[in-house]
């Protein structure tokens, strides 16, 4: 027997993904790199928009009838019984919170029973620790901290599709994260719908303490974490940031929008100015600090003023990178039925203006990288040209340079040119 697993959606499909692997695989069922190749294809699917669940029932529709079919993840979790009754050829459902139940559903598949789901919600966490081998990279390390969401923003299903918060044991954690950095892994990308809400009760630690204790205990280079919710920001995290070198000076901090009517309107529960103050304090106290975002547009009610707003706090925080969306109505959530609608040639207009300006933004923050040294993390050789690796830099900047050195090696690369979205550069020794 043997599986391929088609992983859609955020890190953490990712990661659920490397575990069931590794479940599997330490039951002797073989994995494969593709579709064809397979008996059991798994697909990992992600719901967060209507597009993404669309291309899950669409993928269904392809795989070809002789392959057994598990779908797993977030759609597996929101939409079970459409799934059972829209697609015969499906063989078993296994919610967010099942999936270490992979090996069962596979044992039943073979026996020949019929059709089932596992989609429950459960209160504990599944301690588990998928070995390097099971894992998509071997410089940097996924580590599930936390799950679910309590936030309920207006327009999100991920609260219906993960449920509520539930948090990693700490020792777990720094298990999970001692191994990877005995096994030479480079970075550690700690995983959650909202890390900084995590918190060990029965240690009396919160998410600084975490990070300060990895910081202090594993050998990697770079800590960073994915994703924090403005909302629960406090000062600590500027501070034990300040304090170690080894937690990038990059965060993942989605406004989703710059004006306080629509965050409002959305349920965040922070206001354009406390978004903004906090930018400033950590740009004021860490030298250097990047940012990174989501946004929304088009969200039900948004005005060509609120539009601008957004457009003025792009400005002013000068992102790194940053992904925007078109507002998807899901199914569940508050706004689905709001009937405010802006029309969808004004969002695609406003979307097009964002990602232009975004692009402007990224060119004039990227030139001024030109002569400058960065350390590059290399993260794999570049397909295409076989004298060329890629790498990232501190911030996240994707980087291509000529280079004999191996996936995994850090390197000081000159930078030469940049485009909105990558720079070239030059190996240099110091
Ligand atoms: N927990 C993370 C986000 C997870 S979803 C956080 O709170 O930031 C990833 C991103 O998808 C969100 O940040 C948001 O920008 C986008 N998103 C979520 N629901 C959406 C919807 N209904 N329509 C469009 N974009 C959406
Ligand atoms: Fe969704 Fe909001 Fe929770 Fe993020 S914080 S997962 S956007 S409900
Ligand atoms: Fe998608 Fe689920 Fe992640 S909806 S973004 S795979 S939490």
């Not at 669940?53 to 759609?75: E, L, M, N, P, T």
């Not at 975490?210 to 995290?237: C, H, N, Q």
């Not at 959305?266 to 975002?293: A, C, E, H, W």
């Not at 890629?390 to 000159?414: C, D």
């Amino acid at each position: 027997m043997k599986f391929f697993i088609k992983t859609y959606g955020c890190q953490m499909n990712v990661n659920d993904s490397e575990k069931m692997r590794y479940i599997l695989e330490s039951r002797g069922i073989h994995h494969c790199q593709s579709e064809a190749d397979a008996d059991i294809v798994i697909i990992n699917s992600c719901a967060v928009r209507e597009k993404a669940q669309d291309k899950i029932y669409s993928y269904i529709g392809r795989i070809s009838s002789d392959k057994k079919i598990i779908v797993a993840g977030c759609v597996a979790q929101s939409e079970k019984d459409n799934i059972l009754k829209r697609c015969s050829a499906v063989d078993f459902i296994l919610g967010t919170h099942q999936y270490f139940k992979i090996h069962l559903a596979v044992d039943r598949i073979i026996k020949g029973d019929k059709r089932d789901v596992f989609a429950g919600f459960s209160k504990e966490w599944k301690e588990l620790c998928p070995d390097m081998g099971s894992r998509e990279s071997r410089v940097s390390g996924y580590v599930s901290i936390m799950e679910g969401c309590n936030n309920f923003c207006s327009y999100c299903i991920v609260p219906f599709t993960r449920g509520r918060e539930k948090y990693r044991p700490f020792q777990n954690i720094m298990e999970e994260a001692e191994y990877l950095s005995n096994m030479g892994y480079k970075e550690i990308i700690l995983l959650g719908q909202n890390v900084n809400s995590w918190e060990d009760k029965s240690e009396g630690f919160t998410f600084t303490d975490l990070l300060a204790a990895l910081a202090e205990k594993t050998d990697v280079k770079w800590i960073r974490f994915i994703t924090s919710y403005p909302g629960y920001f406090t000062d600590d995290m500027i501070k034990v940031m300040a304090r170690f070198d080894k937690i990038a000076r990059h965060i993942h901090f989605p406004a989703q929008s710059g004006s306080t009517r629509i965050l409002k309107k959305m349920n965040r529960t922070y206001t354009r100015q406390d978004y903004l103050k906090i930018v400033n304090r950590f740009k004021r106290k860490i030298p250097g600090m990047k940012f990174s975002s989501d946004f929304i547009v088009g969200f039900p009610g948004e005005t060509e003023r609120d539009f601008e707003l957004t457009m003025s706090l792009i400005k002013k925080v000068e992102y790194e990178s940053l992904f925007s969306f078109l507002y998807s109505p899901r199914q569940f959530t508050k706004s689905f039925l709001d009937p405010d609608k802006t029309g969808i040639e004004v969002n695609k207009e406003r979307l097009r203006r964002l990602q232009i300006l975004q692009q402007e933004i990224q060119v004039k923050n990227n030139k001024t990288y030109i002569g400058k040294p960065v350390d590059v993390l290399i993260t794999q050789r570049n397909p295409k040209k076989a004298d060329e690796v890629i790498g990232r830099t501190e911030s996240y900047r994707v980087v291509n340079f000529v280079s004999r050195s191996s996936v995994g090696e850090f390197k000081r690369v000159l930078i030469t040119n940049v485009g909105p979205h990558s720079m070239r550069g030059m190996e240099v020794n110091d």
